[in-house]
Antibody
Framework: EVQLVESGGGLVQPGGSLRLSCAASGFSFSGFWMTWVRQAPGKGLEWVANIKQGGSEENYLDSVKGRFTISRDNAKKSLYLQMDSLRAEDTAVYYC????????????WGQGTTVTVSS | QSVLTQPPSVSAAPGQKVTISCSGSSSNIGTNYVSWYQHLPATAPKLLIYENYRRPSGIPDRFSGSMSGTSATLGITGLQTGDEADYYCGTWDNRLRVWVFGGGTKVTVL
């Protein structure tokens, strides 16, 4: 079964750090772009970052550039999001996702992990 | 303000049809494939349409996608109470070098 499972969410103070993980199974992880998407309370879906198969290309939402770092370990079939200098507006459910079925889409999603930035 | 513009809400009676528009520009919808997602509270988003009009396995043909220039449309026919959800369009923007989602459209079954 194709599956993505996120972990690492929690409560953190403003200015703090958190590292999210996403464990993949059931597909050839190293062959696909991976993506992080978030949804803040009461808001819509917001793309955060993505990373190419071998890790040679990363793209970021402007508001997280310089604070968040996406990475992957293909041997461990895992995706990561290092989040530093966290702000209240980063509070959201964070999903990892990938596109196996076709071009420019996200057909496999994790269940999400919740990040709350508050003092 | 989202790069892709969707109506905030649409509604119709059970069995009827709704359409959701997604308006973009030449740097996103005008150039790249559009996909559509259904999102229910506390669940993972679900891909409904990819590459403008293709349906993943298991998605009923009540859901359809179409394109015209820099706009895309999701159609839902035979509306069911289980279709009540938020729907998002999305694509890559070549100029901004980011993925963009529409603001989302809430579908209500009257």
């Amino acid at each position: 079964e194709v599956q993505l499972v996120e972990s690492g969410g929690g409560l953190v103070q403003p200015g703090g750090s958190l590292r999210l993980s996403c464990a993949a199974s059931g597909f050839s992880f190293s062959g696909f772009w991976m993506t992080w998407v978030r949804q803040a309370p009461g808001k819509g879906l917001e793309w955060v970052a993505n990373i190419k198969q071998g890790g040679s290309e990363e793209n970021y939402l402007d508001s997280v550039k310089g604070r968040f770092t996406i990475s992957r370990d293909n041997a461990k079939k895992s995706l990561y999001l290092q989040m530093d200098s966290l702000r209240a507006e980063d509070t959201a459910v964070y999903y990892c996702a990938t596109n196996i079925i076709g071009n420019l889409c996200m057909d496999v999603w994790g269940q999400g992990t919740t990040v709350t930035v508050s003092s | 303000q989202s790069v892709l513009t969707q109506p905030p809400s649409v509604s119709a009676a059970p069995g009827q049809k709704v359409t959701i528009s997604c308006s973009g520009s030449s740097s996103n919808i005008g150039t790249n494939y559009v996909s559509w997602y259904q999102h229910l509270p506390a669940t993972a988003p679900k891909l409904l349409i990819y590459e403008n009009y293709r349906r993943p396995s298991g998605i009923p043909d009540r859901f359809s996608g179409s394109m015209s220039g820099t706009s895309a449309t999701l159609g839902i026919t035979g509306l069911q109470t289980g279709d009540e959800a938020d729907y998002y369009c999305g694509t890559w923007d070549n100029r901004l070098r980011v993925w963009v989602f529409g603001g989302g459209t809430k579908v209500t079954v009257l």
